[in-house]
């Protein structure tokens, strides 16, 4: 029983990778796809590389403010290297960088595992509230036009298509509510939502919450800007509004929960919400795939040299 949910666990976001790299890529020309990574301008690439890294070392300042209340020093090298680490940890299996990051800053800080765990829950919780907030800046300034893609798509569809959209979304809530069923999830969902209010509440605790604000407003900050810097990479994607762009980072965004590191589904979710301000499925992809690459590329090398550096300059430690 255990190990087939650890199996599901493990596999089930795989599988949802490649079946995405599949559907993305089935009615495109992959010679046409391979001509926009020849045509980008790498200048931009970079930039929103930079941007993105930003951000990495912000949320690794900004974790000394949960740790201090609870009497404990974070050094804000390890901070760093930990967090990097934890990214690349979470392209293996998703959220396992979570419990590694509390784990190694443990190790080298001397922080109790628990209490490095709840404070990364903290964080959590303050990341979902963040990104709930651009999805309604976002909904709020774009409503006429996603509201007007709705309609457009119920008046042009006819009864079959809209019986088969029907059942696809009736067999996908139906198989969304056996596996919590199944497997207990609501659960993880009680524990979630504690975590949540708990995390709220130590923000309101900490004497230096504004420093905390002000680092959680600049981190997501940047996370929209590598989204929006990337794009002029693409002189296809001049004419897309930075609103525009801030509904595909969105979706992007929480479309990484469903795959290893979003592979697959992040490039098809980028593709799917500019298709709908006219944007050619080609350009939307390719543009998907730098995104996806240039974040992993840098996860992937930060992220390795810092679980490379992380025990020579804590041998005392670990002594």
């Not at 490039?267 to 998907?288: D, H, K, N, R």
Request: proline letters at 2%; one cysteine or more; charged letters at 15%.
């Amino acid at each position: 029983m255990s190990t087939n949910k650890i199996n599901l666990k493990n596999f089930l976001p795989i599988f949802i990778g490649v079946f995405c790299i599949y559907y993305s890529f089935k009615d495109i020309s992959f010679s046409e796809f391979k001509e926009y990574f020849t045509k980008i301008n790498y200048l931009w690439v970079f930039v929103g590389i930079f941007v993105g890294a930003l951000s990495h070392i912000s949320r690794s300042y900004r974790w000394k403010f949960l740790i201090e209340p609870l009497g404990y020093k974070l050094g804000f090298i390890n901070s760093v290297l930990t967090v990097f680490s934890a990214y690349l940890i979470n392209y293996t299996i998703p959220r396992a960088g979570d419990i590694a990051r509390g784990t190694m800053i443990s190790k080298y800080e001397n922080i109790p595992f628990e209490k490095a765990i709840g404070t990364i829950v903290a964080e959590r919780a303050v990341d979902v509230i963040s990104i709930l907030v651009i999805i309604m800046i976002g909904l709020i300034i774009e409503f006429d036009k996603i509201s007007n893609k709705l309609t457009d798509f119920l008046e042009q569809s006819d009864f079959s298509t809209l019986l088969w959209s029907s059942l696809i979304v009736l067999f996908i809530v139906t198989s969304l509510y056996l596996i919590i069923k199944r497997f207990k999830f609501y659960k993880k969902i009680k524990l979630f939502l504690t975590g949540l209010i708990d995390g709220i509440t130590i923000i309101f605790r900490m004497k230096k919450r504004n420093q905390f604000i002000l680092h959680s407003v600049f981190i997501w900050v940047m996370y929209v800007l590598m989204f929006y810097f990337t794009s002029k990479a693409f002189v296809g994607l001049n004419q897309v509004s930075f609103f525009e762009l801030m509904i595909s980072f969105t979706l992007a965004a929480l479309s990484i929960m469903f795959s290893n590191g979003g592979i697959g589904i992040y490039p098809l979710a980028v593709e799917e919400s500019l298709g709908w301000y006219g944007v050619q499925s080609t350009i939307g992809l390719a543009f998907g795939w730098v995104m996806w690459l240039s974040q992993t590329l840098m996860v992937v090398i930060f992220g390795g040299l810092s679980l490379f550096i992380l025990p020579f300059i804590n041998r005392s430690n670990s002594k």
